[in-house]
T-cell receptor, first 116, second 111 residues
Framework: AQSVTQPDIHITVSEGASLELRCNYS??????LFWYVQSPGQGLQLLLK??????LVQGIKGFEAEFKRSQSSFNLRKPSVHWSDAAEYFC??????????????FGTGTLLAVQP | KAGVTQTPRYLIKTRGQQVTLSCSPI?????VSWYQQTPGQGLQFLFE???????NKGNFPGRFSGRQFSNSRSEMNVSTLELGDSALYLC??????????FGQGTRLTVV
């Protein structure tokens, strides 16, 4: 069965520092992968997606992620964190991609705190 | 282009009551999915509708049901509410094989 693991529950970084959030997936075929961000009490906002092609994908708000098939990873990065990036980040994979579903399987999330 | 609209944003219900939540997807999106988010269980898939047909269902009791209308708007219903049903309910709309766009959610509190 497909699954997504986010090993870090909480991460604290200083404003201006670089950021890397880890995501590992379990999926038999080429996955469709996503990163979402959620502010408290709000819905999920799509940061970026990987469907195929270039393994380094650019997203909104200066985020990027790299798909590494050999490591089953899709880590999210940002070179310089802003205080407004404090939020919870979720990695997700589409279950059984093939057009038959848009069901997402989510990781448990990583809560990012930004120190001034 | 308008985003996904969920109504109401907040609800307080009493145990044993039932509740209906509404979701209007992005125009042109025919796939609508529902998720429950709680601090303990995280984001869990409830069900997915496509062209008025339920295409997938998560592991939730039969008290949770949904439907989709011909205009792609969707509703979910929870009957005989329990305290554990308190959660943020999120709706997402998608094109076929595309990324999901989420609404702001409905915060349900059961007392």
């Amino acid at each position: 069965a497909q699954s997504v693991t986010q090993p870090d529950i909480h991460i604290t970084v200083s404003e201006g520092a670089s950021l890397e959030l880890r995501c590992n997936y379990s999926y038999g075929a080429t996955p469709y992968l996503f990163w979402y961000v959620q502010s408290p009490g709000q819905g999920l906002q799509l940061l970026l997606k990987y469907f195929s092609g270039d393994t380094l994908v650019q997203g909104i708000k200066g985020f990027e992620a790299e798909f590494k098939r050999s490591q089953s990873s899709f880590n999210l990065r940002k070179p310089s964190v802003h205080w407004s990036d404090a939020a919870e980040y979720f990695c997700a994979v589409v279950a059984n991609y093939g057009g038959a579903t848009n069901k997402l399987i989510f990781g448990t999330g990583t809560l990012l705190a930004v120190q001034p | 282009k308008a985003g996904v609209t969920q109504t109401p944003r907040y609800l307080i219900k009493t145990r044993g009551q039932q509740v209906t939540l509404s979701c209007s997807p992005i125009s042109g999106h025919r796939s609508v999915s529902w998720y429950q988010q709680t601090p303990g269980q995280g984001l869990q898939f409830l069900f997915e509708y496509f062209s008025e047909t339920q295409r997938n269902k998560g592991n939730f009791p039969g008290r949770f049901s949904g439907r989709q209308f011909s205009n792609s708007r969707s509703e979910m219903n929870v009957s005989t509410l329990e305290l554990g049903d308190s959660a943020l309910y999120l709706c997402a709309s998608s094109l076929v094989g595309g990324e999901a766009f989420f609404g702001q959610g409905t915060r349900l509190t059961v007392v």
